[in-house]
């Protein structure tokens, strides 16, 4: 299980725990995520051009850039529907996976659950959860990727609010859905790579001799989570990244496809540094947080 084994806390508690845990751990990372998107959306200069120099270099030194030109609050751009986001999508693709995955075991069943139904769990609760939160993904990835606009130039929203409505007043309810195809692949892959290899580094962590579910098992899974996470989602992201700011790829395919065949295998794992920075400190804090949380809620329900 991956609260030890404490399913014996209410759905709303579950919920609750999971989006307090997701809210968090957003909170805490959401400089790097500014970060990535900036490095992300950064056009690549072409040779020779030296005027041209690129102005994000690095994590680091985006989150410094970004800091130094429009001050530290830019880095928190976007807090407001990544935590819609995160309240929505965290509280559905954590809470609902341990319903689930007892749903697909079977409520007699005895024993560890087979890792494959964990994946399936975990792959069901991912797309579940971004189908509802597609709308602040959207709005997120907007107000992050304006960054200093030149003076005299208008914003186009206001803040989080307004960009919900500005964009359903421009463009229609249905473009708040946009990009969901890739954003369902992308959710449900890297929620069945971090909840199932969470719930499989605790469980085979919990069978070594001196191992109890305490803090620093939480944080070695945790660890494990964000690496399984980045390794499987890098690619899938990369491939996201380049479709948004591209429109010459015809699929998702054939993206992957031109993206091998033009820059090579690693291409795919462009930026995996700063991607384990943001998923496993982002990994490692939520599910430190949920299992705490989840112990408060179990407190309070049972007194």
Same mark, same amino acid.
């Given at each position: 299980?991956?609260?030890?084994?404490?399913?014996?806390?209410?759905?709303?508690?579950? $919920?609750?725990?999971?989006?307090?845990?997701?809210? $968090?751990?957003?909170?805490?990372?959401?400089?790097?995520?500014?970060?990535?998107?900036?490095?992300?959306?950064?056009?690549?200069?072409?040779?020779?051009?030296?005027?041209?120099?690129?102005?994000?270099?690095?994590?680091? &030194?985006?989150?410094?850039?970004?800091?130094?030109?429009?001050?530290?609050?830019?880095?928190w751009?976007?807090?407001?529907p990544?935590?819609?986001?995160?309240?929505v999508?965290?509280?559905?693709?954590?809470?609902?996976y341990e319903?689930?995955?007892?749903?697909?075991?079977?409520?007699?069943?005895?024993?560890?659950?087979?890792?494959?139904?964990?994946?399936?769990?975990?792959?069901?609760?991912?797309?579940?959860?971004?189908?509802v939160?597609?709308?602040?993904?959207?709005?997120?990835?907007?107000?992050?990727?304006?960054?200093k606009?030149?003076?005299?130039?208008?914003?186009?929203?206001?803040?989080?609010?307004?960009?919900? @409505?500005?964009?359903?007043?421009?463009?229609?309810?249905?473009?708040?859905?946009? &990009?969901?195809?890739?954003?369902?692949?992308?959710?449900?892959?890297?929620?069945?790579?971090?909840?199932?290899?969470?719930?499989?580094?605790?469980?085979?962590?919990?069978?070594?001799?001196?191992?109890?579910?305490?803090?620093?098992?939480?944080?070695?899974?945790?660890?494990?989570? &964000? $690496?399984?996470?980045?390794?499987?989602?890098?690619?899938?992201?990369?491939?996201?990244?380049?479709?948004?700011?591209?429109?010459?790829?015809? @699929?998702t395919?054939?993206?992957?496809?031109?993206?091998?065949?033009?820059?090579?295998?690693?291409?795919?794992?462009?930026?995996?540094?700063?991607? $384990? &920075?943001?998923?496993?400190?982002?990994?490692?804090?939520?599910?430190?947080?949920?299992?705490?949380?989840?112990?408060?809620?179990?407190?309070?329900?049972?007194?």
């Open positions: 299980m991956v609260a030890g084994g404490n399913t014996d806390i209410s759905l709303p508690g579950t $919920f609750a725990s999971s989006a307090f845990a997701a809210c $968090f751990a957003e909170i805490c990372t959401i400089p790097l995520d500014t970060a990535k998107v900036r490095l992300q959306l950064q056009k690549t200069v072409a040779a020779g051009d030296a005027a041209a120099l690129p102005k994000y270099r690095g994590m680091l &030194g985006t989150v410094a850039t970004i800091a130094r030109e429009e001050g530290a609050a830019a880095l751009k976007g807090i407001v990544g935590l819609h986001r995160q309240c999508f965290g509280g559905l693709r954590i809470g609902l319903p689930v995955k007892n749903l697909y075991v079977g409520e007699n069943h005895v024993g560890d659950v087979p890792l494959t139904k964990k994946i399936l769990a975990a792959l069901t609760t991912g797309a579940l959860g971004i189908t939160a597609n709308p602040t993904d959207l709005v997120k990835v907007r107000l992050q990727a304006e960054g606009l030149p003076p005299g130039v208008p914003r186009r929203y206001t803040g989080a609010l307004n960009a919900y @409505s500005t964009i359903v007043r421009q463009e229609g309810v249905t473009a708040l859905w946009t &990009g969901l195809g890739p954003n369902i692949a992308r959710n449900a892959i890297i929620n069945a790579a971090e909840l199932a290899s969470y719930d499989q580094v605790k469980q085979t962590i919990l069978k070594i001799p001196g191992f109890t579910d305490n803090v620093f098992t939480h944080l070695l899974s945790g660890l494990g989570a &964000g $690496f399984v996470a980045v390794c499987i989602g890098s690619p899938v992201d990369v491939v996201k990244s380049r479709m948004m700011g591209d429109s010459a790829y015809k @699929s395919l054939d993206c992957f496809v031109k993206t091998l065949k033009n820059d090579g295998p690693l291409a795919f794992y462009k930026g995996f540094i700063p991607n $384990f &920075g943001r998923l496993g400190s982002w990994n490692v804090i939520m599910f430190l947080t949920l299992e705490q949380a989840k112990k408060f809620v179990k407190s309070i329900e049972s007194s």
